[in-house]
């Protein structure tokens, strides 16, 4: 994956929303000019690359696929995209809906005993 990329992932397989797209390329840019100290002529336009991952049926799981795909790109380490973590259009069955809200929930759980909120 090329350093100036954007990974658009959508669980419902929609087409990225223009507003968005322009604004993420926007927000590219300025990190770009920032952290390369590149003038704004010199900066190049984002990579967009558009994977099918598991396509979510029409209910309301997308926190599910989200926290499942984010999961998966940080266990792995993912600095380099690979197109085959995301090669399954399937949505997710019953038992994985099952394992990521177990998984979650014990995360949360235990973050939050080990992270008290102060008073």
Known sequence: MKSNSIIFLCSLHRKLNPAMKKSCEQAMRIGQQVRLGKAPRDVKDPTWITPKSHRQ???????????????????????????????????????????????????????????????
């Open 57 to 119: 049926p029409p209910i309301n799981l997308y926190g599910f696929y989200v926290l499942r795909h984010a999961y998966n790109i940080i266990t792995a380490g993912l600095t380099e995209f690979t197109e085959e973590m995301f090669n399954d259009p399937s949505p997710f069955s019953d038992s994985e809906i099952y394992q990521i809200r177990q998984h979650w929930g014990l995360f949360m759980f235990d973050f939050h005993n080990n992270h008290p909120l102060e008073e």
